[in-house]
């Protein structure tokens, strides 16, 4: 997932109809480099390296999708959670041998937390009971 270090936006996620039309579109407008299609979706690198992914799905109105690169799962969930936020998919694995989580912010907005492939996620991930 193009991992730069704890802290720094990884990933860009944009939900799409029809990917491939999306993909048509940021390329032409933005000059943003467009892969093949591949398990996450259709990805794509901006001319700043952000990596990304148009995902088949129904757009938000409220806009894309951000990863951030974190050192660790474990740390960074119950820091989510106390600052107000709300831990919402188990940190798994992705596509690059790291792992991956999906927590809420304070204000309901999505957002992707990657943690580099070799990190030290050791013992049972946190996961806090639902509300």
């Known amino acids: 997932m193009g991992r730069t270090g704890a802290g720094e936006v990884v ?8 990917p491939a039309r999306a993909a048509c579109f940021y390329a032409a407008l933005f000059g943003w480099r467009v892969g093949r299609p591949g398990a996450l979706g259709l ?26 690169g974190v050192a660790s799962l474990e740390e960074a969930l119950p820091r ?29 907005n999505r957002i992707g937390l990657c943690e580099a492939p070799g990190a030290p996620g050791e013992g049972e991930p946190y996961f806090p009971a639902p509300e």
Do not use: K, M, Y
Not at 11 to 18: E, K, T
Not at 94 to 104: E, K, Q
């Open 11 to 18: 990933l860009l996620r944009i939900h799409a109809r029809d």
């Open 43 to 68: 990805g794509f690198r901006t001319p700043g390296g952000l990596c990304g992914v148009f995902r088949q799905g129904e757009p938000s109105t409220a806009g894309p999708e951000i990863f951030v």
């Open 80 to 108: 989510a959670v106390a600052l107000g936020g709300r831990a919402l998919v188990r940190p798994g694995p992705s596509p690059d041998g790291g792992r991956v989580a999906l927590v809420l912010d304070p204000e309901g």
